[in-house]
């Protein structure tokens, strides 16, 4: 079965310090992508930022960054320099096929200032 | 360019009535997914259409279908509503499919009573 987990239900990090949120995954494709999303209060989901699968470089949008292990299906995400307005739920997601993304369960990221 | 607009933001219905919801995704993009997103099972793939065809449908039962007009508006419709169906229903669009990510409106809260 194609599965994503987030084992991580809840996290805090202290303002300006650095959390690290994972997400393991299992798949017999070779070649897919990666996402993952941010859901803060307003309830939209927003798009952090998206891995290839066939890119050995780990993808990284300003203070966003992932560590993508492919041979360990590990797909995390690391926050630099924590924000108040980071605190929000995060999903980590792929796109199955037949177009549909299938999203892990959700880590919910407290910022204290 | 606007986003993806979904309307109404809350609703309230009666156990047994019907329901349509309204997305507007952005300009250019002709595929739209709908998901629902409860505390329970989390985000779940409803269906996904494309230039007015529906391309994939999730695990739910015939109470819920969607169409796609020619200017890619969507709409989803419940009919029977159940206590169960109560949730956040979350649209997405993209300009072919999930390979970029998607675009996330901020859903429709239904609340079946």
């Known amino acids: 079965a194609q599965t994503v987990t987030q084992s991580q239900p809840e996290m805090s990090v202290q303002e300006a310090e650095t959390v690290t949120l994972s997400c393991t995954y299992d798949?017999?494709?070779?070649?897919?992508?990666l996402f993952w999303y941010k859901q803060p209060p307003s309830r939209q989901m927003i798009l952090v930022i998206r891995?290839?699968?066939?890119?050995?470089q780990n993808a990284t949008e300003n203070r966003f960054s992932v560590n993508f292990q492919k041979a360990a299906k590990s797909f995390s995400l690391k926050i630099s320099d924590s924000q108040l307005g980071d605190t929000a739920m995060y999903f980590c997601?792929?796109?199955?096929?037949?177009?549909?993304?299938?999203f892990g369960t959700g880590t919910s990221l407290t910022v204290i200032p | 360019k606007a986003g993806v607009t979904q309307t109404p933001r809350y609703l309230i219905k009666t156990r047994g009535q019907q329901v349509t919801l309204s997305c507007s995704p952005i300009s250019g993009h002709r595929s739209v997914s709908w998901y629902q997103q409860t505390p329970g099972q989390g985000l779940q793939f409803l269906f996904e259409y494309f230039s007015e065809t529906q391309r994939n449908k999730g695990n739910f039962p015939g109470r819920f279908s969607g169409r796609q007009f020619s200017n890619s508006r969507s709409e989803m419709n419940v009919s029977t509503l159940e206590l169960g169906d109560s949730a956040l229903y979350l649209c997405?669009?993209?300009?072919?499919?999930?390979?970029?990510?998607?675009?996330f409106g901020s859903g429709t809260r239904l609340t079946v009573v």
């Open positions: 891995q290839e699968a066939y890119k050995q």
């Open positions: 997601a792929w796109p199955l096929t037949g177009n549909q993304f299938y």
């Open positions: 798949t017999s494709e070779n070649n897919y992508y």
């Open positions: 997405a669009s993209s300009f072919s499919g999930p390979t970029y990510g998607y675009t």
